[in-house]
């Protein structure tokens, strides 16, 4: 089996691709996604053509497609602050020490000047905060500056636009070839917008020439919490008209001691009996109302507690069901971990089903080894899985072993991986055998190696280096320079995340797009 990523970029653009080769099938190519891509970033926007990869909001659904998609990007801008931040002022008399907390923790500090400032560049997390700045000045007294506000991560900033629009032909894989529908093309679009920090506002559309469904969302965020909502409607050919509806809250208190904070939450959701987003063209939702809640409490000793249940109204003489949640999770300053998730869940055939999940992680020695045990009720499975991870991301030697007992059968696996400068390796065995097999030697056994790598070029120049996840940075030597071994961005004190040697020229694979990345080199002298 081969596996095949790659992109290249001619001009403005850059083009996308995935295929795969496997002979044990009846046509052994496999054509993946293929897709160019122009992005402006001082926008922001980005356009796709090819297959498509579209977001979606709302009651919307994913349809796979190729098409053009034209949509707001805001990792082109990465350190651009798209949701709400704490607004105000302040005026230094004299040079002093300024300290920027939210919710009780210094995030910033500086020695600022006389003069009036902002603090609106200072982001908040998700939930109730409570921002203030902390002002000494050089004779030592302080003074205190509050600035509490509410804020959610599906919030945008007042002014900021948030949209995709895509029109495309639904897409299926068959047999290794990709076949496009030319007589359902279909749109998909929404567009969000936030009017104030405290309320974005959104409207979107899907539809073809057999279905059509537009909905309309909000996100409010008050002192008491976010409160959340999304409406829509749906039509499809021999089903007629449908409703759907959503409504949530949510409040995370922050402002509390860390060792007393609380999260909770509130939902209700509502759909018609033929209901149906993109894509779903015999609808039967046997299911009109699902009400749930939640909350989580966190206690000293890092004790956390979580609470939850849901209620399911059925319809047309179905059964109403319901579920209950316990989880319970313990730290110790040691590292381990225990976890306990007990579940009771009423079907809509009037089964009650009681099952239970328990977790312990030990780590050992100083943290590069691990030992992970689970029991499962649900899937009457015990696991437990010991695993060593290398001190350095280049260079070591990760290890893992799996014991696994279910009702069906018992399996052991292992497995070692070796990252290097120049790519990947990954050697892994598995034996399973039926637990219930009167054969003690029936075994299933397979051994798989897997080889990563990647061939970067750029310049006129090549590279061999590990497979990229994003962007790439190739390295090149000055001719004064060559035949000599370079280090590049040096781990620990005896490797490094990349290498120019008797191989080439060295490949950073790891770098993120439109994001400063800072490369040291350790050269000869």
């Known amino acids: 089996l081969l596996n095949l990523d790659g992109a290249f970029n001619p001009g403005p653009f850059v083009v996308e691709w995935v295929g795969s080769y496997d002979q044990g099938r009846d046509r052994p190519w496999h054509r993946g996604d293929i897709s160019a891509v122009f992005d402006e970033p001082s926008n922001a926007w980005r356009t796709r053509l090819g297959d498509l990869s579209y977001p979606t909001t709302g009651f919307q659904s994913f349809v796979a497609a190729g098409g053009l998609t034209f949509a707001k990007n805001f990792d082109l801008q990465p350190y651009r602050v798209t949701q709400p931040t704490v607004r105000g002022s302040f005026f230094l008399v004299q040079e002093s020490k300024v300290e920027v907390l939210v919710n009780n923790v210094v995030v910033r500090t500086f020695r600022l000047q006389p003069g009036p400032y902002d603090i609106r560049d200072f982001p908040l997390s998700s939930g109730i905060n409570d921002a203030k700045l902390r002002i000494t000045d050089p004779t030592g007294q302080v003074q205190v500056l509050d600035y509490p506000s509410v804020v959610d991560s ?248 799996v014991l696994e007992r279910d009702s069906d059968s018992r399996e052991v696996s292992g497995e070692l991986d070796y990252r290097g400068t120049r790519g990947r390796a990954t050697l892994s065995h598995d034996i399973a055998r039926p637990r219930n097999s ?61 290498r120019i040697d008797t191989l080439g020229n060295a490949a950073l694979p790891e770098l993120g797009s439109y994001r400063v990345s800072n490369v040291s080199i350790d050269a000869p002298d």
């Open 438 to 498: 009167g054969d003690i030697g029936i075994h299933d056994r397979r051994t798989t190696l897997r080889l990563e790598s990647a061939l970067v070029f750029a310049k006129g120049r090549f590279a061999i280096g590990r497979t990229v996840t994003d962007s790439f940075a190739l390295l090149a030597p000055h001719p004064t320079l060559e035949g000599q071994t370079i280090g590049v961005n040096p781990i620990e004190d005896t490797d490094y995340l990349a």
């Open 154 to 401: 599906s919030m945008l900033a007042q002014g900021e636009h948030e949209f995709s629009y895509s029109l495309g032909l639904p897409s299926t894989t068959v047999n290794g070839w990709r076949r496009y529908d030319g007589a359902t093309a279909a749109l998909s679009v929404f567009h969000r917008f936030g009017f104030t920090d405290q309320l974005t506002l959104g409207a979107n559309f899907q539809g073809n020439r057999l279905q059509q469904m537009a909905g309309v969302e909000g996100v409010w965020a008050t002192a008491l919490g976010v409160f959340d909502m999304d409406l829509a409607w749906s039509r499809v050919d021999s089903h007629g008209n449908a409703m759907a509806a959503r409504v949530g809250f949510r409040r995370e208190d922050r402002t509390m001691s860390r060792d007393w904070q609380r999260v909770w939450g509130l939902s209700a959701e509502f759909k018609g009996r033929d209901f149906a987003p993109l894509g779903t063209l015999s609808p039967d939702n046997g299911t009109s109302l699902d009400l749930s809640a939640r909350v989580s409490q966190q206690f000293p000793y890092n004790v956390s507690v979580g609470l939850g249940t849901s209620y399911q109204i059925g319809r047309h003489g179905q059964r109403n069901a319901d579920s209950q949640n316990v989880f319970v999770s313990k730290a110790w300053t040691t590292g381990i971990t225990a976890n306990l998730n007990l579940d009771r869940r009423r079907m809509t055939t009037g089964e009650v089903d009681l099952t239970m999940f328990l977790s312990l992680d030990v780590p050992l020695y100083d943290g590069g080894q691990k030992l992970t045990t689970t029991h499962d009720t649900n899937s009457r499975s015990t696991r437990a899985q010991w695993e060593r991870r290398a001190p350095t991301a280049v260079g070591g030697l990760d290890a893992e072993v």
